[in-house]
C-alpha cells in the first residue's frame, strides 16, 4: 500500500497540473471507487462541476485537492490507486474508476482520472474541518495525527504518548492517532535505522530513543521522495505513470536472509500482525520484554 512519500510523490505531480483549474465535468465509471461519498455518485459529480481547485495538500497517506466552494476532494489511494493526467482522447485505462476534465485547455487539455485495480482506494468531496494540528483538513480524516513531515507535528508530544501507549513500538508507528503516514515498510527502514526492535515497549524508551525513532523516519521519507517512492509492481505509479525505485535501497523491508548492510547478520523475518516485520538480530536485538 502507498505510504507517505508515494503520496507526497503523486501530490506533487498532480500540483502543476491541477492548481487553479476549473473542473468541467466529473464522470464516476464505477461507483466503488466513492462508495465514502454517501450523497452518491451523482452528488460527488455534480459537487466537482464548475469548482476551480487550490493546490494540493496531504497529510499521512491521504491527499484532498480544496475547492473554492470550501470543500475539498479527498482521495485515498488504497493498494492499487492511482491519480493519472494526460491527454483527455487517449484510451480509457482497463480500471478508469473516475475521470475530472476541466474547462480550460492552455496545457493541452489534459483530465485527471482515477485508475484503481484492486478497488481498495477511493474518492469523496468533502467539507474541511479543523484537524487534530488546528489545520483545516477534509472532515473526515480530522481525527488523524499530524505526520512526521509537517510543521505541526509535535515531538515532544509524540514522546509522552509513546510512554503513555504500553505497546510495541513498531504498533505505535503504525497507530494513525499517533503518528500518520508510516506504513509497513518504512517502520521497518526507520527502526533499523535507530537500531531498535519491532517490539521493543514504548513505555521503556528514552526520549533520546524516541528521538531517533523520528529521525528515522524522516530520514528514510526524504530519501525515499528524493527517488520517487517505493514500488514493488506496476500499481504504484506518479501521475505520469512513472514508478518509483527506493526498493533499491531498502536496508530492512523484504530482505530476509540478506546481509545487513550495516554489520553483514543475516536480516530476520517475523510475523507481525497479518504481515511481516524485518530486522537485524544483531543491531536491533529483541529486548527481553517484548511487546507485540
Known amino acids: 500500500m502507498p505510504e507517505l512519500?508515494?503520496?507526497?510523490?503523486?501530490?506533487?505531480?498532480?500540483?502543476?497540473?491541477?492548481?487553479?483549474?476549473?473542473?468541467?465535468?466529473?464522470?464516476v465509471l464505477h461507483t466503488r471507487a466513492v462508495r465514502r461519498h454517501a450523497e452518491g455518485p451523482a452528488d460527488f459529480a455534480g459537487r466537482l462541476a464548475g469548482r476551480t481547485m487550490a493546490a494540493p495538500r496531504r497529510r499521512g497517506k491521504y491527499m484532498w485537492i480544496p475547492l473554492d466552494s470550501g470543500e475539498a476532494l479527498l482521495a485515498h489511494l488504497g493498494m492499487s490507486g492511482q491519480l493519472l493526467v494526460g491527454e483527455p482522447d487517449r484510451p480509457a485505462e482497463k480500471h478508469l474508476r473516475v475521470r475530472v476534465s476541466f474547462t480550460d485547455h492552455a496545457d493541452g487539455g489534459l483530465d485527471l482520472r482515477?485508475?484503481?485495480?484492486?478497488?481498495?482506494g477511493h474518492l469523496l468531496v468533502a467539507e474541511e474541518a479543523s484537524g487534530t494540528s488546528g489545520t483545516p483538513v477534509p472532515e473526515p480524516i480530522a481525527h488523524i495525527a499530524a505526520d512526521p513531515l509537517e510543521e505541526a507535528f509535535d515531538d515532544e508530544a509524540f514522546y509522552r504518548a509513546l510512554?503513555?501507549?504500553?505497546?510495541?513500538?513498531?504498533?505505535?508507528?503504525?497507530?494513525?492517532?499517533?503518528?500518520?503516514?508510516?506504513?509497513?515498510?518504512?517502520?521497518?527502514?526507520?527502526?533499523?535505522?535507530?537500531?531498535?526492535h519491532w517490539a521493543r515497549p514504548t513505555e521503556t524508551l528514552t526520549r533520546a530513543e524516541?528521538?531517533?525513532?523520528?529521525?528515522?523516519?524522516?530520514?528514510?521519507?526524504?530519501?525515499?521522495?528524493?527517488?520517487?517512492?517505493?514500488?514493488?509492481?506496476?500499481?504504484?505509479?506518479?501521475?505520469?505513470?512513472e514508478s518509483g525505485y527506493f526498493d533499491r535501497a531498502l536496508d530492512a523491508y523484504g530482505r530476509r536472509d540478506e546481509p545487513c548492510r550495516r554489520c553483514g547478520s543475516r536480516i530476520r523475518r517475523d510475523e507481525f500482525m497479518n504481515r511481516s516485520s524485518y530486522s537485524c538480530p544483531k543491531c536491533q536485538p529483541r529486548p527481553r520484554r517484548a511487546r507485540y
Not at 482515477?114 to 481498495?120: E, L, P, S
Not at 503504525?174 to 533499523?192: P, T
Open 163 to 196: 510512554r503513555r501507549r504500553h505497546t510495541g513500538i513498531k504498533r505505535a508507528l503504525l497507530d494513525q492517532s499517533l503518528i500518520s503516514g508510516v506504513g509497513n515498510i518504512y517502520a521497518d527502514e526507520a527502526l533499523w535505522r535507530a537500531r531498535l
Open 114 to 120: 482515477f485508475v484503481d485495480q484492486r478497488t481498495f
Open 210 to 241: 524516541a528521538a531517533r525513532v523520528l529521525t528515522g523516519v524522516r530520514e528514510v521519507m526524504a530519501a525515499a521522495l528524493a527517488v520517487g517512492g517505493t514500488s514493488f509492481d506496476s500499481l504504484y505509479v506518479n501521475v505520469n505513470g
Open 5 to 27: 512519500p508515494e503520496v507526497e510523490v503523486v501530490r506533487r505531480g498532480l500540483d502543476r497540473w491541477v492548481t487553479g483549474r476549473t473542473v468541467a465535468s466529473a464522470e
